[in-house]
């Protein structure tokens, strides 16, 4: 290794060299620092000479290896030579050193650098290199907490066109919920959502049971041709000044790029890259590339009946994503909150003045949390043999200040202090702890158990993924009646409401 340095000393394969002490710092992580000045015997001299190298792979080279080693004693150079840098390519790699480094005090003339540079109107070759610099030069300033962010303005007058997506089959449940929190809109049922126009946007962002709120700008469907065609298009008809009505604040508009649709992986990367750079060029960098800290989406949408041609969606973040922040615990088995609403909902025609309700496999108890939120209670109690889900359970108790009980016991040991008027649970499935067999034995329990916890005129209702497991034990016991069998996730999860027979 410390041949590295002597061979770049002596002015021998420079760029090779640093590339390979490049790597071995990259594999060193928390000792890339100590790791480098063994290799230069504590003397890294030679850094602040190969930044004034004539090679510009030589000097981005160099500069990668100050971010990667945090050499903070080189900032200042660094700076400096950022400054003198007249190669494009090499300029994003000082502000992603930097980024690594103790720059505070140099934020000020950074901010003042990214406002000129993003003011810029000129195009041309550099173009991917002014964008590329842009959006290092906003991570760092984001990083540091100087960025700025928006917020979605939701004083805003006039109606938008908006979609609330669901399960496909789901859609009249989500028009329901939808209907009871706005007073005013056009709804429309549509594939998979409820399309509608309204301006009652902070009552649309609370109701419960949608998976992803988009917002549909007029004009910007049917896009056709080349990522350059699409993106003027967008551009033309308004996309930045749709942004900044929605969205409160200064600065530029950071963007993710989703792509769905029927193409390769290839092609569909392909597309986002092209489409991401043509938006940022064509807006004159008012919107910029920022995978990592976004504030909007912008979802492309194939079209299923012509080969090329999309629709543009956005999805602004943070918008309904409060509803279900009381769940700061999940593990893999976690059902998702939206689903755990979207079965409140549908199960409410039928069960919605039970009072007192039970969930025997609780988990972090989110099906009760959102039962809680659907219908008024007087009883709801969870009940879970995994000490650490309760404990999470109970955390999000408190945080929405709700009278739900939680008890860390096996179901099979559970003795209820009340007759429950409703079941409501997730069952388990098969997993690496819990083979086909031993679920079919735990929901044979299970049904005897229920028997003896609800009341006559009480309703039972049951989400598995074990379809064919539940319906051969549900064979087996005639106590019950299946009133209704949905299927939520098509080909995978079922409802059951059950009463008991009699």
Same mark, same amino acid.
């Given at each position: 290794?410390?041949?590295?340095?002597?061979?770049?000393?002596?002015?021998?394969?420079?760029?090779?060299?640093?590339?390979?002490?490049?790597?071995?710092? @990259?594999?060193?992580?928390?000792?890339?620092?100590?790791?480098?000045?063994?290799?230069? !015997?504590?003397?890294?001299?030679?850094?602040?000479?190969?930044?004034?190298? +004539?090679?510009?792979?030589?000097?981005?080279?160099?500069?990668?290896?100050?971010?990667?080693?945090?050499?903070?004693? &080189?900032?200042?150079?660094?700076?400096?030579?950022?400054? @003198?840098? %007249?190669?494009?390519?090499?300029?994003?790699?000082?502000?992603?050193?930097?980024?690594?480094?103790?720059?505070?005090?140099?934020?000020?003339?950074?901010?003042?650098?990214?406002?000129?540079?993003?003011?810029?109107?000129?195009?041309?070759?550099? +173009?991917?290199?002014?964008?590329?610099?842009?959006?290092?030069?906003?991570?760092?300033?984001?990083?540091?907490?100087?960025?700025? %962010?928006?917020?979605?303005?939701?004083?805003?007058?006039?109606?938008?066109?908006?979609?609330?997506?669901?399960?496909?089959?789901?859609?009249?449940?989500?028009?329901?919920?939808?209907?009871?929190?706005?007073?005013?809109?056009?709804?429309?049922?549509?594939?998979?959502?409820?399309?509608?126009?309204?301006?009652?946007?902070?009552?649309?962002?609370?109701?419960?049971? &949608? @998976? +992803?709120?988009?917002?549909?700008?007029?004009?910007?469907?049917?896009?056709?041709?080349?990522?350059?065609?699409?993106?003027?298009?967008?551009? !033309?008809?308004?996309?930045?000044?749709?942004?900044?009505?929605?969205?409160?604040?200064?600065?530029?508009?950071?963007?993710?790029?989703?792509? @769905?649709?029927?193409?390769?992986?290839?092609?569909?990367?392909?597309?986002?890259?092209?489409?991401?750079?043509?938006?940022?060029?064509?807006?004159?960098?008012?919107?910029?590339?920022?995978?990592?800290?976004?504030?909007?989406?912008?979802?492309?949408?194939?079209?299923?009946?012509?080969?090329?041609?999309?629709?543009?969606?956005?999805?602004?973040?943070?918008?309904?994503?409060?509803?279900?922040?009381?769940? =700061? =615990?999940?593990?893999?088995?976690?059902?998702?909150?939206?689903?755990?609403?979207?079965?409140? +909902?549908?199960?409410?025609?039928?069960?919605?003045?039970?009072?007192?309700?039970?969930?025997?496999?609780?988990?972090?108890? =989110?099906?009760?949390?959102?039962?809680?939120?659907?219908?008024?209670?007087?009883?709801?109690?969870?009940?879970?043999?995994?000490?650490?889900?309760?404990?999470?359970?109970?955390?999000?108790? !408190?945080?929405?200040?709700?009278?739900?009980? &939680? /008890? %860390?016991?096996?179901?099979?040991?559970?003795?209820?202090?009340?007759?429950? %008027?409703?079941?409501? =649970?997730?069952?388990?499935?098969?997993?690496?702890?819990?083979?086909?067999?031993?679920?079919?034995?735990? &929901?044979?329990?299970?049904?005897?158990?229920?028997?003896?916890?609800?009341?006559?005129?009480?309703?039972?209702?049951?989400?598995?993924?074990?379809?064919? /497991?539940?319906?051969?034990?549900?064979?087996?016991?005639?106590?019950?009646?299946?009133?209704?069998?949905?299927?939520?996730?098509?080909?995978?999860?079922?409802?059951?409401?059950?009463?008991?027979?009699?």
């Amino acid at each position: 290794m410390h041949k590295l340095v002597e061979d770049i000393k002596a002015g021998r394969e420079i760029r090779q060299s640093l590339i390979e002490i490049k790597d071995i710092i @990259k594999e060193a992580k928390d000792e890339a620092y100590s790791t480098l000045l063994n290799m230069s !015997d504590k003397d890294t001299s030679f850094i602040t000479e190969l930044l004034k190298d +004539e090679d510009a792979k030589v000097r981005k080279n160099t500069v990668q290896i100050i971010g990667l080693a945090k050499m903070n004693e &080189y900032v200042d150079t660094l700076y400096e030579c950022y400054l @003198k840098e %007249d190669t494009l390519f090499v300029r994003p790699e000082y502000i992603k050193a930097l980024n690594q480094l103790d720059c505070d005090k140099y934020l000020d003339q950074l901010i003042d650098n990214a406002n000129k540079l993003a003011a810029r109107t000129d195009s041309g070759v550099d +173009e991917k290199h002014v964008a590329a610099e842009l959006r290092e030069l906003f991570a760092l300033i984001n990083s540091h907490g100087r960025g700025e %962010d928006h917020r979605f303005n939701y004083d805003l007058s006039g109606n938008s066109t908006m979609i609330l997506t669901t399960l496909p089959g789901k859609e009249q449940y989500l028009q329901a919920a939808i209907d009871r929190v706005v007073s005013d809109g056009k709804t429309k049922l549509v594939r998979s959502g409820v399309k509608i126009e309204s301006n009652q946007y902070e009552e649309l962002a609370k109701v419960r049971c &949608y @998976k +992803e709120f988009m917002f549909v700008p007029d004009g910007m469907s049917k896009l056709n041709g080349q990522a350059s065609d699409m993106a003027k298009r967008l551009i !033309d008809k308004g996309l930045v000044e749709y942004l900044s009505e929605r969205l409160l604040g200064d600065g530029l508009f950071r963007f993710y790029v989703s792509v @769905k649709g029927r193409l390769s992986v290839e092609s569909k990367a392909k597309l986002t890259k092209d489409f991401a750079r043509e938006i940022e060029r064509l807006s004159n960098h008012r919107l910029v590339n920022s995978p990592s800290n976004y504030e909007v989406t912008l979802q492309l949408v194939g079209s299923s009946k012509v080969e090329g041609q999309y629709s543009l969606y956005l999805i602004f973040k943070g918008l309904g994503e409060g509803r279900f922040d009381y769940r =700061t =615990t999940s593990y893999p088995t976690s059902m998702k909150p939206y689903i755990a609403a979207l079965i409140c +909902e549908i199960i409410s025609k039928r069960t919605g003045k039970c009072k007192q309700v039970l969930d025997p496999f609780c988990g972090v108890g =989110t099906l009760l949390v959102e039962r809680a939120f659907r219908e008024e209670h007087k009883v709801l109690t969870g009940v879970d043999i995994y000490g650490e889900a309760i404990w999470a359970a109970s955390k999000m108790r !408190d945080k929405l200040k709700m009278d739900i009980q &939680y /008890i %860390d016991k096996d179901m099979n040991a559970f003795a209820a202090d009340y007759i429950y %008027d409703l079941i409501l =649970t997730d069952l388990p499935v098969s997993s690496p702890k819990l083979n086909g067999k031993e679920v079919r034995l735990l &929901y044979e329990r299970f049904l005897n158990k229920a028997y003896d916890w609800m009341s006559n005129e009480g309703y039972l209702a049951v989400y598995t993924g074990e379809v064919g /497991i539940f319906r051969e034990v549900l064979r087996r016991h005639k106590r019950y009646t299946i009133l209704e069998e949905r299927e939520i996730y098509k080909g995978k999860t079922r409802l059951y409401i059950l009463k008991l027979t009699g």
